[in-house]
Nanobody, 130 residues
Framework: QVQLIESGGGLVQAGDSLRLSCAASGRTFSNYVMGWFRQAPGKEREFVTAISRGGINTNYADSVKGRFTISRDNAKNTVHLQMNSLKPEDTAVYYC???????????????????????WGQGTQVTVSS
């Protein structure tokens, strides 16, 4: 099992930047595909970005591509989400998610769906004012 704790959220103005962090417990962080999802008021949780175990491959939702960057530091059991040029529509609770690929691995997974992850953080609020 792994516990995920997000941090770095806050209230910013449009055009500002934020850097979210997700700290994971355990010794097997490098076995986990990591992702970020977000849920805006009145909407379903949506995929934001994901990063492979070694950090070589990344995927981004079209809505954030070019503005957000995901990264990880396996030595520190952390994953980050750098958010630049924030827009009011980015306002949401942001969740860190993990999939232990040693416990279960599927080549069919693209890690863009929440049901493809087995661990979730409690979320951190990001509010972008206009």
């Amino acid at each position: 099992q792994v516990q995920l704790i997000e941090s770095g959220g806050g209230l910013v103005q449009a055009g500002d930047s934020l850097r979210l962090s997700c700290a994971a417990s355990g010794r097997t962080f490098s076995n986990y595909v990591m992702g970020w999802f977000r849920q805006a008021p009145g909407k379903e949780r949506e995929f934001v970005t994901a990063i492979s175990r070694g950090g070589i491959n990344t995927n981004y939702a079209d809505s954030v591509k070019g503005r957000f960057t995901i990264s990880r530091d396996n030595a520190k059991n952390t994953v980050h989400l750098q958010m630049n040029s924030l827009k009011p529509e980015d306002t949401a609770v942001y969740y860190c998610a993990a999939r232990n690929t040693v416990v279960y691995y599927s080549a069919r997974y693209d890690y863009t769906s929440e049901d493809q992850y087995d661990y979730w953080g409690q979320g951190t609020q990001v509010t972008v004012s206009s």
